[in-house]
C-alpha cells in the first residue's frame, strides 16, 4: 500500500516525478517517443543546450526502428534515467520478458532508473508478454511504473491513474 500513488494519471507523473529527481541527470528515450517525456524534460531544465544537428546535449535517444521491433536496446555508456513505455506511444510495440529483462538487468548494473510508463498495458492480450516491468526479476530496485485507469476505458481526456514507486526511488533520494 505504501509504495502506490493515486494521481492525475501517468503523463502528468510522467513529469511530475522530475521534481524529486536531480537536474543533473542523464535521460536515454527511445526515438520515436512520446513527446511529454522530451518536453517535461526540457521545462524541468535537465536537458542542457540544443544541439546544432537537433536533439539536447543530456538527452540520449535510443533508436527503435522496424529492425529492432521498435524495442530500443539499453545504451552503451549509463545513464541515470531511462524511459520506456509499453505497450509504446506513439509505435505500439510491445516488449518481451527476455529483452525487458536486459532493461532491468542493464539499470542494476549501471545504478539507472527506469521510468515504466505501462498507461496501454491493458491492451495487451498475450499472457506471455509482460504488463508490468514489475513481473521482471530485479524491477523493484531500478523501477518505477505510470499506470492509467482512463486507457481501457476510452475516457483518455479524464486524467486518472496511479504510480507504484517500489524501492527504486529510495536509493536515489
Known amino acids: 500500500d505504501d509504495e502506490v500513488f493515486l494521481s492525475d494519471g501517468s503523463k502528468g507523473d510522467c513529469g511530475h516525478i522530475l521534481e524529486i529527481l536531480g537536474t543533473d541527470n542523464t535521460v536515454a528515450l527511445p526515438d520515436p517517443v512520446y513527446p511529454v517525456y522530451v518536453d517535461t524534460n526540457v521545462m ?24 529492432n521491433g521498435f524495442v530500443p536496446t539499453p545504451p552503451d555508456q549509463p545513464v541515470d534515467i531511462a524511459y520506456l513505455c509499453f505497450p509504446n506511444n506513439p509505435t505500439g510495440a510491445v516488449v518481451d520478458r527476455d529483452r525487458l529483462g536486459a532493461w532491468v538487468d542493464w539499470a542494476n548494473a549501471n545504478d539507472s532508473l527506469i521510468l ?23 524491477a523493484r530496485t531500478c523501477a518505477i ?26 536509493a536515489r533520494t
Open 116 to 138: 515504466f510508463d505501462a498507461a496501454y498495458a491493458d491492451f495487451i492480450r498475450d499472457d506471455a508478454l509482460p504488463r508490468s516491468i514489475f513481473e521482471i526479476p530485479g
Open 44 to 67: 524541468a531544465g535537465r536537458t542542457g543546450s540544443k544541439l546544432a544537428a537537433g536533439g539536447y546535449e543530456g538527452l540520449r535517444t535510443l533508436p527503435a526502428t522496424p529492425e
Open 145 to 170: 511504473e505510470f499506470r492509467s485507469f482512463s486507457k481501457h476505458g476510452a475516457f483518455t481526456g479524464v486524467r486518472c491513474g496511479y504510480t507504484v514507486m517500489s524501492k527504486a526511488l529510495e
